[in-house]
């Protein structure tokens, strides 16, 4: 939606209610974290069940499970705006409780519920799916704008209780025409609980805004990326390499979570794939059989992600994504924040330090179990977002683009770490050519030819030691197999050199044996470190990009994942490409890879800012 037409629809708003904000505690007081400008108010929360009916043909039904938390003072004469927030793969409705006891106590009505397949909700995991994952947060909705006989006390639905007649009703959905049941809502929630926002937003136009937190745009993508032959955005042709550590974790936790007692509450879950839709199972065992997602498996994944609906959500988005992030990358965001941009809709995006590979936000950035808009940067964003696209507050919302730079010193609230952008795109390339005798230059006179080769080994196995993608801080003696990597050095750098965004990589590779397709083809894995003045190397982030080719001799270029890093003086710049990968599952047949250097079409461009 145009600028314009969120206003259109903000007038219609404005002449039905005025939005209030207050609410005191009714059952059991619940303590909140004190906003900026009021106290903190009580509210009251109920657990209920509610039958939701999913699928293609809207005629399956689920039950759900769900807290609503209602602020004191919210009344048919007094209503309030609602937030939907859901949890992360694996977890519950329990999860939300912190954020969720925070926004009631700032005066909106809270629905926090656990996703199918999870936390006590009935049915499979479809990956985050609008027909199912999508379509369950849309009857959600309904029920925030008052439709009755979907919500009961019990798990067996006998006891029904209406829909709710205390949250703001608007006149018009984001397509122009009026629908039944049409609450002022938001949306809030990470990873699993954020890809769920695009879903409902995607068949939902009763939806006003959006606040995914660390999720993905192609799921194809975050587990198995290719960082060449990107189509749109990070979507590729050629599937890239599977991430089976955090494949096989997924499949873990999803088929184990509803344990004994789900199972045998609800058998139907136990058959096919086990707790998934039968098409996750496949997709699974190919990553860790094969390496690689056949073509139906994409289409599956590919289904369940943003890229495939983008055009349907129409609604201001504001994105956090993490720094700290092997899972889903920086690149991510960017692919869905520059569709999203692209088509129209308000939407921002906060590049934040912590991810799935660090939970632990830096000091001062947000805390979902204790948010203060006082002392957390990100918090107040949220607030400031709800309170503009909620209650029609004049509150800006904040810059386009804001990334966190751990390099910066600060106490409390994190915003000075913060530097903000009217664009996301914030880096100039800097040019490092790889040269023939090992090193990354910046002088085109410094180039002498060259090549270097490596092999790769036998079924796709790792070439070397090093820590796992899932937790890439831990401590791990490295170790490297010899004769399979090659790598490039800069000079000792006498200014720090402050990198924004996906590095890119120009190479020419040749192979042996012969590749005749995706079966035998050539995988490789490019990596950027961090050298200290006492040789120590660190791997930045974690972030490794998996490189797919299928034609080898023909020039590659590589989009690297996104990083925000200081190299500082007296450190070098160190590229790696190796032969495999102890988190990723490489190429099943063994090549000797040749990477060609010594002109200026082979180089690393870094996007450097200052």
């Known amino acids: 939606m145009t600028d314009g037409g969120w206003a259109v629809k903000h007038r219609a708003r404005r002449s039905i209610l005025a939005v209030v904000t207050a609410a005191a505690a009714v059952l059991t007081p619940i303590a909140a974290a004190a906003p900026a400008t009021a106290d903190p108010l009580g509210f009251t929360k109920t657990t209920l069940h509610f039958q939701v009916l999913v699928g293609p043909n809207r005629d399956e039904p689920c039950d759900v499970i769900g807290d609503v938390y209602k602020p004191d003072s919210a009344s048919a004469s007094n209503r309030v705006p609602a937030v939907l927030t859901t949890n992360g793969f694996g977890g519950s409705k329990n999860d939300q409780a912190g954020i969720a006891s925070f926004l009631a106590s700032r005066g909106y009505a809270v629905l926090a519920y656990s996703g199918l397949g999870f936390g006590g909700s009935g049915c499979k995991i479809h990956m985050d799916n609008p027909e199912y994952d999508g379509r369950a947060a849309s009857e959600l909705v309904s029920f925030l704008g008052g439709r009755d006989r979907m919500a009961f006390v019990d798990p067996a639905h006998t006891v029904p209780v209406p829909g709710l007649d205390y949250v703001v009703q608007d006149a018009t959905a984001h397509h122009g025409l009026a629908e039944a049941h049409d609450p002022r809502v938001g949306m809030v929630g990470g990873s699993y609980g954020g890809a769920v926002q695009f879903a409902a937003a995607s068949v939902d136009p009763r939806i006003d805004t959006i606040i995914p937190m660390i999720t993905w745009n192609d799921l194809s993508y975050s587990l198995a990326p290719n960082g060449t032959d990107q189509i749109t955005g990070v979507s590729t042709s050629i599937p890239g390499a599977s991430k089976v550590v955090w494949s096989l974790m997924f499949g873990a936790i999803g088929a184990t979570n509803p344990r004994a007692e789900g199972y045998a509450q609800d058998p139907a879950r136990a058959f096919g794939c086990p707790n998934f839709a039968d098409p996750a199972c496949p997709a699974l065992a190919q990553s860790a059989v094969q390496g690689y997602p056949d073509p139906g498996s994409l289409e599956f994944l590919r289904r369940s992600s943003v890229v495939s609906y983008a055009d349907r959500v129409k609604i201001p988005v504001l994105i956090m994504q993490g720094q700290q992030d092997t899972l889903f990358d920086l690149n991510e965001s960017t692919a869905t924040f520059e569709t999203l941009q692209a088509q129209g809709n308000d939407v921002k995006m906060i590049w934040h330090s912590w991810g799935h590979s660090d939970l632990t936000p ?249």
């Open 362 to 610: 830096a000091e001062g950035e947000i805390s979902m179990k204790d948010p203060n808009p006082d002392t957390q940067y990100e918090t107040g964003r949220m607030v400031d977002w709800f309170d503009h696209y909620l209650k029609d507050s004049e509150v800006d919302t904040g810059p386009v683009f804001s990334y966190f730079r751990n390099w910066v010193d600060y106490t409390g609230n994190a915003a000075p770490a913060y530097a903000e952008s009217s664009d996301v795109s914030v880096g100039q390339d800097y040019s490092l050519y790889l040269s023939g005798d090992g090193a990354l230059t910046d002088r085109l006179d410094g180039i002498v030819p060259g090549a270097q080769t490596l092999n790769t080994l036998p079924v796709g196995l790792p070439t070397d030691r090093e820590a796992p993608d899932t937790r890439p801080e831990n401590q791990v003696p490295q170790g490297v197999v010899p004769g399979t990597q090659a790598e490039w050095s800069s000079v000792i750098l006498g200014a720090p050199v402050d990198v924004v965004g996906a590095p890119t990589l120009d190479v020419r590779v040749t192979a042996a044996p012969a590749v005749a397709g995706v079966e035998d083809s050539v995988v490789v894995f490019a990596k950027l470190y961090d050298v200290a003045p006492d040789g120590t190397e660190t791997l930045i982030n974690g972030q490794v990009a998996p490189v797919r080719i299928v034609a080898p001799g023909e020039p590659v270029r590589v989009t690297m994942p996104a990083i925000v890093h200081r190299f500082d003086e007296g450190h070098r710049v160190r590229l790696v490409v190796s032969g495999g990968d102890p988190s990723f599952r490489g190429s099943l047949v063994p090549h000797q890879v040749t990477i060609a250097s010594g002109d200026p079409g082979q180089a690393l461009m870094l996007p450097v800012t200052g």
